[in-house]
């Protein structure tokens, strides 16, 4: 699951089964721990194509480790949606006009799970090919 950090909330949109695309709800109140990771006073879930996060292009621990930097798993398949997918997260920041944002992905039910990294990023990076979001590592990342 992937929740993001603004200073204004982004537009509320609803997963569409028919025209599956990158979606924005509030944090339910059985996620709210997860606000005690962001530094913005707004934490929203955003969701891919697939109506969760799993469609953002990601890994995940193993056995409580991160992989290996050149670990990438996906087909071309699963490629091409992902940065898709990211891409729709780009442009939905970018509309935002915040300058910086956070972002953290962690399982459900995982709310309280402390990360295990911070990184900073410029919004451009999760549309490289090559770019994965790491479960449970806290992104900064610069909008414009």
Known sequence: MLFVGTD????L????????DVWVRSVGENEAAIRAHFTKPVVQYVGASSSCGCDFPHWLLFNGKAPAD???ERDEDQKKNNYKNASG????LRESGERAVEFYGVWAGKWAMPPI????IALEEIVSPSFLLGEQVFYRVRVS
């Open 8 to 11: 204004v909330p982004l537009p």
């Open 13 to 20: 949109k609803e997963w569409d089964k028919e025209a599956p």
């Open 89 to 92: 997260l780009a442009k939905l």
């Open 70 to 72: 050149e670990f990438d």
């Open 117 to 120: 990294g911070v990184k900073d």
